[in-house]
C-alpha cells in the first residue's frame, strides 16, 4: 500500500478533524499531494492540494478559508486540518499523489489514490 489516508469519524457541526495522509517516499518525495472526497451519489471533488516542499497550497472553495493543508517530509505525511465542520463536507475523503511536483485540481492528474477514510459531520 503506497497510500493510507486516516483521521475521520463522525463530528458535530462546527467541530474539527484532521486527516492524515501517509506517502511512501518514492512515490510523493518529489510530487504534490492533494486530497478530493466523494459523497454519496456526487462526483468526485477536489478539496486541497500542497506543492512537493509544502510551499504552494490550493483549495477548493467549499472549504477556502475553514480547511488547511501541510505535510512533514520527514514523515512522508500529508495533513489536512478541517474546521468550522458543516453536514456537507459528509464525505469520502481520498488522498492521492500527483503526477507533478505542483498539484491540479482534477483528477486525472493524480495517481496512487489511497482508499479514503469517511468523515461525518452531523447537524
Known amino acids: 500500500v503506497q497510500l493510507q489516508a486516516s483521521g475521520g469519524g463522525l463530528v458535530q457541526a462546527g467541530g474539527s478533524l484532521r486527516l492524515s495522509c501517509t506517502t511512501n517516499?518514492?512515490?510523493?518525495?518529489?510530487?504534490?499531494v492533494g486530497w478530493f472526497r466523494q459523497a454519496p451519489g456526487k462526483e468526485r471533488e477536489f478539496v486541497a492540494t500542497?506543492?512537493?516542499?509544502?510551499?504552494?497550497?490550493s483549495f477548493g472553495d467549499s472549504v477556502k478559508g475553514r480547511f488547511s493543508i501541510s505535510r512533514d517530509r520527514v514523515k512522508n505525511v500529508v495533513y489536512l486540518q478541517m474546521n468550522s465542520l458543516k453536514p456537507e463536507d459528509t464525505a469520502l475523503y481520498y488522498c492521492?499523489?500527483?503526477?507533478?511536483?505542483?498539484?491540479?485540481?482534477?483528477?486525472?492528474?493524480?495517481?496512487?489514490w489511497g482508499q479514503g477514510t469517511l468523515v461525518t459531520v452531523s447537524s
Open positions: 517516499f518514492r512515490t510523493s518525495s518529489n510530487n504534490a
Open positions: 500542497i506543492s512537493w516542499n509544502g510551499g504552494i497550497t
Open positions: 492521492a499523489v500527483a503526477l507533478r511536483s505542483i498539484g491540479a485540481t482534477t483528477p486525472d492528474n493524480y495517481r496512487s
